[in-house]
Protein backbone atom coordinates (compact mmCIF):
# COMPACT_ATOMS: atom_id res chain seq x y z
CA UNK A 1 0.00 0.00 0.00
CA UNK A 2 1.56 3.25 -0.67
CA UNK A 3 0.58 6.20 1.59
CA UNK A 4 -0.30 9.66 0.65
CA UNK A 5 0.11 12.98 2.56
CA UNK A 6 -3.19 12.05 4.81
CA UNK A 7 -1.03 9.13 6.12
CA UNK A 8 2.06 9.70 8.71
CA UNK A 9 3.74 6.66 8.04
CA UNK A 10 4.73 3.98 5.66
CA UNK A 11 2.51 1.08 5.97
CA UNK A 12 4.11 -2.36 7.62
CA UNK A 13 1.85 -4.63 4.51
CA UNK A 14 0.27 -4.94 2.21
CA UNK A 15 -3.14 -3.35 1.45
CA UNK A 16 -6.01 -5.98 -0.10
CA UNK A 17 -9.43 -3.81 -1.14
CA UNK A 18 -11.87 -6.73 -0.46
CA UNK A 19 -14.24 -4.94 -3.38
CA UNK A 20 -14.55 -4.48 -6.65
CA UNK A 21 -16.34 -0.90 -6.57
CA UNK A 22 -14.41 1.87 -8.46
CA UNK A 23 -15.71 4.35 -5.70
CA UNK A 24 -14.24 2.71 -2.93
CA UNK A 25 -10.98 2.92 -4.99
CA UNK A 26 -12.08 6.27 -5.92
CA UNK A 27 -12.01 7.69 -2.15
CA UNK A 28 -8.73 5.64 -1.16
CA UNK A 29 -7.05 7.77 -3.89
CA UNK A 30 -8.24 10.85 -2.78
CA UNK A 31 -6.62 10.10 0.31
CA UNK A 32 -3.48 9.36 -1.58
CA UNK A 33 -4.03 5.15 -0.63
CA UNK A 34 -3.23 2.81 -3.34
CA UNK A 35 -4.55 -0.91 -2.45
CA UNK A 36 -1.97 -3.66 -3.57
CA UNK A 37 -4.24 -5.72 -4.77
CA UNK A 38 -8.18 -6.57 -5.24
CA UNK A 39 -9.70 -8.75 -4.46
CA UNK A 40 -13.67 -9.12 -3.82
CA UNK A 41 -15.73 -11.35 -1.36
CA UNK A 42 -18.44 -14.09 -2.20
CA UNK A 43 -20.66 -14.11 -0.07
CA UNK A 44 -24.54 -14.34 0.79
CA UNK A 45 -25.84 -11.45 0.88
CA UNK A 46 -29.25 -11.89 1.85
CA UNK A 47 -30.50 -10.07 4.99
CA UNK A 48 -31.63 -12.70 7.94
CA UNK A 49 -35.30 -12.56 8.35
CA UNK A 50 -35.92 -10.02 11.17
CA UNK A 51 -32.30 -8.49 10.53
CA UNK A 52 -32.29 -4.65 11.65
CA UNK A 53 -30.18 -2.96 9.23
CA UNK A 54 -27.38 -2.00 11.69
CA UNK A 55 -26.75 -5.30 12.42
CA UNK A 56 -27.23 -6.88 8.77
CA UNK A 57 -24.59 -3.82 7.39
CA UNK A 58 -22.18 -4.91 10.43
CA UNK A 59 -22.34 -8.38 9.45
CA UNK A 60 -21.92 -8.21 5.96
CA UNK A 61 -18.37 -5.98 6.00
CA UNK A 62 -17.11 -8.32 8.93
CA UNK A 63 -18.20 -11.42 6.41
CA UNK A 64 -16.63 -10.32 3.37
CA UNK A 65 -13.25 -9.46 5.26
CA UNK A 66 -13.15 -13.11 6.81
CA UNK A 67 -13.99 -14.57 3.62
CA UNK A 68 -10.95 -13.13 1.94
CA UNK A 69 -7.82 -15.02 1.71
CA UNK A 70 -4.96 -12.89 3.13
CA UNK A 71 -1.06 -13.74 3.84
CA UNK A 72 0.92 -12.77 6.82
CA UNK A 73 2.57 -9.48 5.23
CA UNK A 74 -1.19 -8.84 3.84
CA UNK A 75 -4.40 -6.44 5.59
CA UNK A 76 -8.01 -6.95 4.24
CA UNK A 77 -10.68 -3.76 4.10
CA UNK A 78 -13.82 -4.26 2.90
CA UNK A 79 -17.16 -2.37 3.52
CA UNK A 80 -20.68 -2.26 3.23
CA UNK A 81 -23.32 0.13 2.61
CA UNK A 82 -27.03 0.69 3.07
CA UNK A 83 -30.28 2.73 2.53
CA UNK A 84 -32.76 2.35 5.03
CA UNK A 85 -36.01 4.15 4.82
CA UNK A 86 -37.54 3.40 8.30
CA UNK A 87 -36.91 -0.26 8.83
CA UNK A 88 -36.78 -1.32 5.03
CA UNK A 89 -33.41 -2.01 4.37
CA UNK A 90 -32.84 -0.58 0.47
CA UNK A 91 -30.07 -2.56 -1.20
CA UNK A 92 -29.00 -2.82 -4.65
CA UNK A 93 -31.86 -2.64 -6.79
CA UNK A 94 -32.33 -5.86 -9.09
CA UNK A 95 -33.61 -3.95 -12.13
CA UNK A 96 -35.27 -0.44 -13.31
CA UNK A 97 -38.51 -0.94 -11.69
CA UNK A 98 -37.04 -1.67 -8.32
CA UNK A 99 -34.75 0.93 -8.41
CA UNK A 100 -38.13 3.33 -9.54
CA UNK A 101 -39.63 1.78 -6.33
CA UNK A 102 -37.12 3.35 -4.17
CA UNK A 103 -36.78 6.47 -5.86
CA UNK A 104 -40.45 6.98 -5.58
CA UNK A 105 -40.03 5.51 -1.66
CA UNK A 106 -36.82 8.44 -1.04
CA UNK A 107 -38.62 11.09 -2.41
CA UNK A 108 -39.53 14.20 0.05
CA UNK A 109 -37.85 12.73 3.29
CA UNK A 110 -35.32 11.82 5.14
CA UNK A 111 -33.63 8.40 4.78
CA UNK A 112 -30.21 6.79 6.88
CA UNK A 113 -27.05 5.58 4.75
CA UNK A 114 -24.81 3.05 7.14
CA UNK A 115 -21.61 1.99 5.83
CA UNK A 116 -19.46 -0.70 7.94
CA UNK A 117 -15.70 -0.58 7.57
CA UNK A 118 -13.83 -3.97 8.48
CA UNK A 119 -10.28 -3.77 8.61
CA UNK A 120 -8.45 -7.32 9.19
CA UNK A 121 -4.59 -7.99 9.93
CA UNK A 122 -3.72 -11.44 11.21
CA UNK A 123 -5.83 -11.99 14.27
CA UNK A 124 -6.80 -8.88 14.45
CA UNK A 125 -9.75 -7.15 13.78
CA UNK A 126 -10.75 -3.28 13.74
CA UNK A 127 -14.24 -2.31 12.46
CA UNK A 128 -16.24 1.19 12.22
CA UNK A 129 -20.00 1.85 11.40
CA UNK A 130 -20.78 5.48 10.10
CA UNK A 131 -24.72 6.51 10.09
CA UNK A 132 -25.35 9.60 7.76
CA UNK A 133 -28.72 11.28 7.45
CA UNK A 134 -30.15 12.38 4.11
CA UNK A 135 -32.83 14.35 2.73
CA UNK A 136 -34.24 13.99 -0.81
CA UNK A 137 -36.39 16.60 -1.93
CA UNK A 138 -39.75 15.46 -3.65
CA UNK A 139 -38.97 14.09 -7.14
CA UNK A 140 -41.84 14.10 -10.19
CA UNK A 141 -42.34 10.82 -12.49
CA UNK A 142 -39.99 12.79 -15.50
CA UNK A 143 -37.14 13.14 -13.13
CA UNK A 144 -37.18 9.46 -12.05
CA UNK A 145 -37.39 8.65 -15.27
CA UNK A 146 -34.69 10.92 -16.95
CA UNK A 147 -32.47 9.65 -13.78
CA UNK A 148 -32.69 5.94 -14.61
CA UNK A 149 -31.84 6.51 -17.99
CA UNK A 150 -28.49 7.52 -16.86
CA UNK A 151 -28.14 4.01 -15.84
CA UNK A 152 -26.27 5.47 -12.58
CA UNK A 153 -28.82 3.63 -10.13
CA UNK A 154 -27.05 0.27 -11.21
CA UNK A 155 -24.75 -1.40 -8.38
CA UNK A 156 -26.04 1.44 -6.23
CA UNK A 157 -27.50 1.10 -2.73
CA UNK A 158 -31.14 2.64 -2.73
CA UNK A 159 -31.22 3.01 -6.10
CA UNK A 160 -29.02 6.11 -6.27
CA UNK A 161 -25.11 7.62 -6.62
CA UNK A 162 -24.69 11.07 -4.42
CA UNK A 163 -21.74 12.02 -6.19
CA UNK A 164 -23.12 11.57 -9.46
CA UNK A 165 -26.41 13.08 -11.18
CA UNK A 166 -28.82 12.04 -7.99
CA UNK A 167 -26.77 14.99 -5.85
CA UNK A 168 -29.07 17.55 -7.34
CA UNK A 169 -31.56 15.43 -5.69
CA UNK A 170 -30.22 15.97 -2.13
CA UNK A 171 -31.20 18.71 0.08
CA UNK A 172 -28.58 18.32 3.01
CA UNK A 173 -26.69 15.45 4.64
CA UNK A 174 -25.93 15.34 8.60
CA UNK A 175 -22.88 12.87 8.70
CA UNK A 176 -20.44 11.44 5.97
CA UNK A 177 -20.68 12.15 2.70
CA UNK A 178 -17.44 9.58 1.70
CA UNK A 179 -20.04 7.57 3.76
CA UNK A 180 -22.89 7.57 1.43
CA UNK A 181 -20.96 7.15 -1.67
CA UNK A 182 -19.39 4.16 -0.44
CA UNK A 183 -16.29 4.44 2.45
CA UNK A 184 -16.17 7.26 5.09
CA UNK A 185 -12.78 8.58 4.56
CA UNK A 186 -12.19 9.70 8.15
CA UNK A 187 -12.63 6.39 9.52
CA UNK A 188 -11.32 4.40 7.19
CA UNK A 189 -7.69 6.03 7.30
CA UNK A 190 -7.90 6.22 11.47
CA UNK A 191 -8.79 2.33 10.85
CA UNK A 192 -5.05 1.91 8.80
CA UNK A 193 -3.24 3.83 10.97
CA UNK A 194 -3.96 2.00 13.70
CA UNK A 195 -3.34 -1.26 11.55
CA UNK A 196 0.20 -0.22 10.82
CA UNK A 197 1.06 1.06 14.46
CA UNK A 198 0.11 -2.63 15.45
CA UNK A 199 3.15 -4.87 16.36
CA UNK A 200 2.43 -7.86 15.36
Given amino acids: MRFGPAMTANAPFRLI ?3 AS ?9 IG ?12 ETPHRGEVARNYVRRMAVEKCAAIPAAPD ?7 TV ?7 LGKPEDRGEARDFLKLLSGRRHRVMTAVALRRGDRHWFR ?3 TIVKMR ?9 YLDTGE ?11 GHAGAFVSWISGSFTGVVGLPLAETAGLLKAAAAERM
Fill in 74 to 80: EAVLTAD
Fill in 138 to 146: PLDEAEIAA
Fill in 17 to 19: LGS
Fill in 33 to 44: ITPDAIRPADID
Fill in 83 to 89: VTAGRRI
Fill in 153 to 163: WQGKAGGYAVQ
Fill in 129 to 131: LVE
Fill in 22 to 30: PRRQELLAQ
